[in-house]
């Protein structure tokens, strides 16, 4: 399951046989025939960017992760929240004493 997918290997076209020389005379030789040269093989250029292969582990602990980022990111934003609200109330609290304590300093 973890092992890596190989692709198969380029196979170049093979060079193509010489003719076979059917004068069998003795008293001429026969003349050298030329090898056609093969044309290279085309050559595919890379990928800019390599591809990715997902098997079912590889999916299963990238959704894990995934997962496990939301759950770290809510609980960051809710605790910033309940930080935030309990500030809030803390100074309308304090500014309710501080309101209180001064209508009662202007009743006396």
């Known amino acids: 399951m973890f092992t890596p ?13 010489p003719a076979p020389v059917t004068d069998t005379s003795a008293t001429t030789t026969p003349a050298p025939v030329p090898v056609p040269a093969s044309a290279p093989a085309p050559v595919v250029p890379a990928p800019a960017w390599p591809t990715v ?14 997962g496990a980022v939301v759950l770290v990111v809510g609980a960051v934003l809710v605790s910033m929240l309940l930080a935030v609200a309990i500030t809030g109330m803390s100074v309308a609290v304090c500014a309710l004493v501080v309101r209180s304590l001064i209508s009662q300093e202007r009743k006396r």
């Open 53 to 66: 292969q997902l098997t079912p582990g590889s999916a299963l602990a990238l959704a894990a992760g995934g």
């Open 5 to 17: 997918k190989y692709p198969p290997p380029d196979t170049a076209p093979a060079a193509p046989a």
